[in-house]
């Protein structure tokens, strides 16, 4: 496990492989945000679907959740053409600017 390094902005992803069965794959994965880690787990399975599993203190923004899931649809995707999932993988995303107000 890599040591704990809180990002000064965005987030900072882990999925580590758990198990798979058929197409389908569970990985634990961790998160790292600037106001600290978060821990959860997710499954993949064909054709895309993706489900989350956090603690209940643990669930994160919106927007790191889907950063995440366009993750583990890549690798569901190479998955198809590789016929298997990577054992780990970390990643960094920022966080999405605030869209700009307009004038009216």
Not at 6 to 20: A, D, H, I, K
């Amino acid at each position: 496990m890599l040591p704990r390094m809180n990002p000064e902005q965005g987030v900072r992803f882990e999925l580590r492989l758990e198990s798979t069965t058929g197409g389908a794959a569970r990985y634990a994965l961790s998160l790292e945000l600037p106001s600290g880690p978060l821990s959860g787990a997710a499954e993949i399975a064909p054709p895309g679907e993706v489900r989350f599993e956090w603690a209940p203190a643990d669930e994160p923004p919106d927007w790191c959740v889907a950063a995440v899931r366009a993750q583990l649809r890549l690798l569901l995707r190479d998955r198809a053409r590789d016929g298997v999932y990577p054992r780990r993988l970390t990643r960094w995303r920022p966080e999405p600017a605030a869209a700009p107000e307009r004038a009216g």
